[in-house]
């Protein structure tokens, strides 16, 4: 099952080119480390997932959501069935990531599971 796909998108942030033929295909379950240099495009190609920017260009689509259509009132949906956890990510350290990761889930309405 496909979890993620963006091809041949296009990245703006405000009326800036950011990225361009971004083509990414991540499938269910599957875990993916996004690294690069400062400026690269890093927290817009994931702000983009996540409908925090807007898809204006290009196809994308994120746990059956299409991004260039997604609806505010569907947002927290799309950021229940996708997970991201960012470098500077604050673990409770009475819990285990698993634990942390439930406790994330649940505030968010999801379903909790065992990894």
């Given amino acids: 099952m496909l979890l993620l796909s963006l091809p041949a998108a296009v990245i703006w942030q405000q009326n800036h080119l950011v ?8 499938g269910k379950g599957e875990f993916i480390y996004l690294v690069g240099r400062v400026g690269s495009g890093k927290s817009s190609l994931i702000k983009t997932i996540n409908a925090q920017i807007p898809l204006k260009e290009g196809v994308g689509l994120v746990a059956g959501y299409d991004l260039s259509k997604i609806r505010k009132k569907q947002v927290p ?18 819990r285990s990531v698993n634990e942390n990761l439930n406790s994330f889930l649940e505030q968010q309405g999801g379903k909790t599971r065992q990894i």
Wanted: proline fraction near 0%; hydrophobic fraction near 50%; charged fraction near 25%.
């Fill in 19 to 26: 990225l361009s033929k971004v083509n990414l295909r991540v």
């Fill in 77 to 94: 949906y799309l950021r229940v069935k996708s997970a991201f956890v960012f470098q500077d990510f604050q673990l409770l350290t009475d």
